[in-house]
């Protein structure tokens, strides 16, 4: 069995809950491998090996060691789950849609890591807010791009199915860390000289809610609007 686990929401972020609700020891009783974002939506949060990396927002990656750090919102499996080899000659966004449509997984929580050398990569990350904290989508439109050329990395993310809209962004959620750990971030696209690496399809959808966060109980999830909301905040799936 493989599970992938989810800490809090994406709606929650929409609301502005975007206090800490989950120490990253407790994120990593879970998993090695995963994404998300710190307290006050500080950043892009990176795991590979049980390592946690991010990327603030002026672009410099810190290596994370407090493992007290707290993050509102996480993504992580276990890297050893079982999962597929997959290969790609070259590589765009594109490519990681087609992972999903060729094997019939749109149906499914699924999750890459995958290792290539890129022609060029585009990231974003939000510098920390503070409160009264903005909504999610008040924040990206002030968030910073950065691009890089011809680097190597490693994409870490996940593909959630349309019927968990709100609970997750449906479809790609990916991020990127450079081998050299100088460059990453949430990838709004990139193209790849090559790609290859692990596929994992989830049987196991684990979530975790942070009930005893009082702004997480009180906050409401305006449906009126949630998936445009979500695409904007999330970034082009092309």
Known sequence: MSTVYQHSTLAALMGKVLGGSATLAELKEHGDTGIGTFDGLDGEMIMANGEVYYMDGEGTIHHVTDMAKTVPFATVHHASDSSEKVKFRAGNMKE???????????????????????????????PKSERPYPSLSEITKTQREFEETNISGTLIGYYSPELYQGTVAAGWHVHFLSDDRTFGGHV??????????????????????????????????????????VAAAEGSQD
Do not use: C, W
Not at 112 to 121: D, K, P, R, T
Not at 209 to 222: A, G, Q, T
């Open 96 to 126: 990681m849609v087609s992972l999903i449509d060729d094997r019939e997984l749109e149906n499914t929580f699924s999750g890459v890591i995958l290792q290539g050398s890129f022609a060029y990569m585009k990231v974003r990350s939000a």
């Open 188 to 229: 709004l696209g990139f193209d790849a000289d090559k790609l290859e690496g692990d596929l994992t399809i989830f049987d196991n959808y684990e979530l975790h809610l942070p009930i005893d966060n009082k702004e997480f109980r009180e906050h409401h999830v305006d449906m009126d609007g949630l998936k445009e909301g």
